[in-house]
Every structure is written in C-alpha cells, then in structure tokens.
C-alpha cells in the first residue's frame, strides 16, 4: 500500500554484509504493495543480510493475462535481485505480505506460493502468503497485543487474536469504503476542485491545491482528469490515484485551507477504523502506520481528535520486511 512515487521494476539493494557466511540459512521476507515492494534476507538470528526495493505487485494481478505478465517480470526481478545475495539452495523459507490477497489459502495464495517457488527455487511448502496488513500487525505486535491502522492506497485496522483469527474493520476497496487512504484522499481533493470549477471555471487558478493536483495530471483540462481517473488498468491506476495525495500533501505544506482541512478530515476517518474494533474487541492500544501518515501531521491530529484519551495511540512505521524475513528464517 505505498505512496512513494518511484515505482520502478529495477531491484535497488543494500547489502551490509556479501561474505560467504551471510549465504546460508536465510530467510527472505516481502512485504509488497501495489506501487512497490520492499523485500529483506535475514539469518536467523535476526542480522539482516541485505534489503531492496523493487517494483510494486498485488494479488489483483492474477485477474487479467496482462496483470499476470506484469506480476512475472516483476518476480523475475525479485529473483535476480535475491540470487545476488543468497545463492540457489540456501533460503530457508519465506514469508511474503501481498496487497490484495484476501484468503491467502484460496487460490490466489495457491497461484501465488506457485510463482514465487518457480522463480525463487524454493518449495511450495517453504512459502508463506498474507495479507500486507497481516505481516505489518505482526512486525508490531505478538498476538492478542493490539489494533494496527493501516493507510497507505487503502485503509484498514486490523487484529489478530490468540487464536490466531485476523479481525479486521474497514479495507473494503474504493467503491465500499478506503475512507482516510490515499486513493480517497486523491478522489475527495479532485472531487472539490472540479465542483468549485462548474461553479466558476478557471477557479482553480486561486487554489494552491488545485494546482499541485494538475501539476501532477499534466493538465487542467477536464480530458487529462478523466484519462487519470478512468483509463488503463484497474490495479495500476489505482496505486497511481493513490500517488496523488502526495500532491495534497504538498498543498497542505503551502498552507492550502482545503487541503489542510481534507487531510484533517482524511485522520477522523482513519480513527473509525479501530474504534470498530474496540466495541468489538475491547480496549487495547492501537499503533497507525502506512505512508499515508507521513504526509502532514494534519492526519495525525485529525485521529487523535477522534480517539478518546484513554486509548493509547502510537505512529509506528513497521519494518515489515524485515520482520517477515526473520520470521522466514526461523522457519522449520
């Protein structure tokens, strides 16, 4: 779920350690989003042997012959990029978090625990596919500890009980909800500019926050929006909606009222998400993370507006590939 706006297909890596001895008995962790994903080796005492960044992926992908294309080059570079650090034969296992992988033992995670086995030279069975909000929960918490919110694209909370039962609120895509991530964000801002320009077109010209938003469209024509919106592939153009609350952000900087108030308001509704859970679940401290909290403290303060005092919140951003790695090493 990451708004960082560089989303190459390139393997980038940095490596603290390429001796002989970091090739043995490693564990390999993702944690993959629709605009990129992060991935690590630890060993199993928990050093990291190396980490990078490589293009985004999403269990949506297996829905169209072009998406599943994508997803192989996009695994082919992850491979190339893990050969460089563990040679064939000496993963131990590995523990993947994916976007969009709702049932990770149906049969997208079937499909998917293939794909990687096939590239990786590891067996199914050495493969472990979740939710990324799942692995982020456990890089945080041990079960039955805590809610995390997560906004990145989306937005959702989540928990995982002692009995290892993943409770969620929330993380229902753009059309039913995602109210406080970074797709909505977008839609709500590009939404007010173009009510307030049937009103009075050429308003936008007075907005800090229509600007940036047109900036990074390319135009301020209505066709350059529509093409944005509604052209290309459903899973790509979603991470690229997505992207554009960085344009919102930058607004909110410039001191824009509208975007400091929608990003404001983007933190109230992020603040819903875990108290679902609290009246269902009971009261337990609750951690925020995702990109979407990076991008203005207004977020930040429209949340802890709405949570009550009494419920501890912490902005943590989880190295969930790392975590997920560790755990991979571990791995019997």
Do not use: K
């Not at 603290?16 to 630890?42: E, I, K, Y």
């Amino acid at each position: 779920m990451s708004l960082t706006p560089d989303a190459t297909a390139t393997a980038t890596a940095h490596a603290p350690d390429r001796t002989g001895s970091a090739r043995t008995g490693l564990g390999l962790g993702l944690d993959a989003g629709g605009t990129q994903t992060r991935w690590a080796l630890s060993r199993p005492d928990g050093t990291l042997v190396a980490r990078g960044e490589i293009g985004g992926f999403s269990a949506l992908l297996l829905d169209s012959s072009a998406g599943r294309v994508a997803l192989a080059q996009t695994l082919q570079s992850l491979a190339a990029a893990v050969i460089a650090h563990a040679a064939p034969g000496t993963l131990r296992g590995l523990q993947a978090g994916i976007t969009g992988l709702g049932e990770p033992d149906g049969p997208a995670g079937r499909q998917l625990r293939a794909l990687l086995a096939q590239q990786l030279g590891l067996a199914p069975a050495q493969i472990h596919c979740d939710s990324d909000i799942a692995q982020a929960w456990h890089a945080l918490y041990r079960p039955g500890e805590g809610y995390l919110i997560y906004a990145g694209t989306g937005a959702i909370a989540a928990f995982i009980d002692t009995d290892g039962t993943l409770h969620r609120a929330g993380g229902r895509g753009p059309l039913l909800g995602d109210e406080g991530g970074g797709q909505w964000i977008a839609r709500e801002a590009l939404a007010l500019v173009w009510r307030r320009e049937d009103e009075a077109p050429g308003a936008w010209t007075d907005s800090a926050l229509a600007r940036h938003l047109f900036d990074e469209l390319g135009g301020p024509d209505w066709p350059t929006t529509r093409a944005f919106m509604y052209g290309g592939d459903n899973a790509a153009r979603r991470g690229s909606i997505g992207r554009l609350a960085l344009a919102v952000a930058r607004a909110a900087a410039a001191d824009d009222p509208d975007a400091l108030a929608l990003l404001h308001r983007a933190g109230r509704e992020l603040a819903r998400l875990p108290l679902a859970l609290v009246r269902r679940l009971g009261l337990r401290p609750v951690t925020a993370a995702g990109r979407v909290l990076q991008l203005h403290p207004a977020i930040e303060a429209g949340l802890r507006t709405v949570l009550p005092h009494g419920l501890s919140l912490t902005v943590q951003q989880p190295d969930t590939a790392l975590a997920a790695a560790r755990r991979a090493a571990l791995a019997p």
